[in-house]
């Protein structure tokens, strides 16, 4: 009996270990989706009138502030007592939850800017002040 509880309280320091370390396998996931979400909504607004820029703003935050939402319902749903088999399925259930906020990243077509028209001194010379 003793030598049970013994392997058992040694052996809940590992269970808490996978936890911290699936917490943070996770942490690393919603902080690349962030990071791609800001990226999506940047070339959105870049792409975006000015009549729309303000919609698109609101949208865009709103968008924002259910990814974080669904970021930390998520942590506060890390279990250290799920069964090792489980967590995979943790992990992907997770990252389906975020897929809604992925995008395709489109890149912004960059327009070379207009050639500069040379600087040219007046047809009729350069006319000097006289000192007074």
Do not use: C, H
């Not at 999506?40 to 968008?63: G, I, M, N």
């Not at 974080?68 to 799920?82: G, H, I, M």
């Amino acid at each position: 009996m003793r030598a049970a509880w013994l392997l058992l309280v040694l052996a809940a320091p590992v269970f808490a270990q996978d936890a911290g370390v699936q917490r943070q396998i996770l942490q690393r996931q919603q902080a690349t989706d962030a990071f791609n979400l800001q990226l999506r909504q940047s070339q959105e607004a870049l792409k975006a009138s000015p009549a729309d820029r303000q919609a698109t703003e609101a949208r865009q935050f709103s968008e924002r502030q259910r990814l974080d939402n669904v970021s930390d319902q998520q942590l506060r749903d890390v279990q250290p007592a799920t069964p090792q088999p489980l967590r995979p399925y943790e992990l992907q259930k997770a990252d389906m939850e975020r897929e809604p906020f992925r995008g395709p990243v489109v890149e912004v077509p960059v327009r070379p800017a207009p050639k500069a028209e040379p600087i040219l001194p007046a047809q009729d010379g350069i006319k000097l002040e006289t000192p007074r």
